[in-house]
């Protein structure tokens, strides 16, 4: 299927995962798991015609041998202080009733 013949076929498998609760609060409401598996399919098939999704929650689910290049880290970065800020002034517009 591919278009190089020193390449015949390249596999990638996109292993997902949820995020922790304190990340997922930082974004406000998420979209449910197959709402949110479904976006990340079309972002990707988008990218080539070529493209077939694997979707996978365990390295361990995919077939060997494998090369993972990116990995997120665990631990989840602090949100930026302008992120932080929006959400307080939202909170506090919120309790005393404004729009």
């Known amino acids: 299927m591919s278009r190089?013949?020193?390449?015949?076929?390249?596999?990638?498998?996109?292993?997902?995962?949820?995020r922790t609760p304190s990340r997922s609060s930082v974004w406000?409401?998420?979209s449910s798991r197959g709402d949110a598996a479904r976006h990340i399919r079309e972002a990707v098939r988008?990218?080539?015609?070529?493209?077939?999704?694997?979707?996978?929650?365990?390295?361990?689910?995919?077939?060997?041998?494998?090369?993972?290049?990116?990995?997120a880290e665990d631990t989840p970065a602090a949100p930026p202080i302008f992120v932080v800020l929006r959400e307080w002034s939202d909170s506090v517009r919120?309790?005393?009733?404004r729009p």
Do not use: C, H, Q, Y
């Not at 988008?46 to 990995?71: E, G, Q």
């Not at 919120?94 to 009733?97: D, H, L, T």
């Open 4 to 18: 190089n013949r020193k390449l015949p076929e390249l596999n990638l498998w996109l292993i997902i995962r949820p």
């Open 28 to 30: 406000g409401v998420s």
């Open 46 to 71: 988008a990218l080539s015609s070529f493209i077939v999704v694997r979707m996978v929650t365990d390295d361990k689910s995919v077939p060997r041998p494998f090369t993972i290049v990116f990995r």
């Open 94 to 97: 919120r309790r005393i009733g």
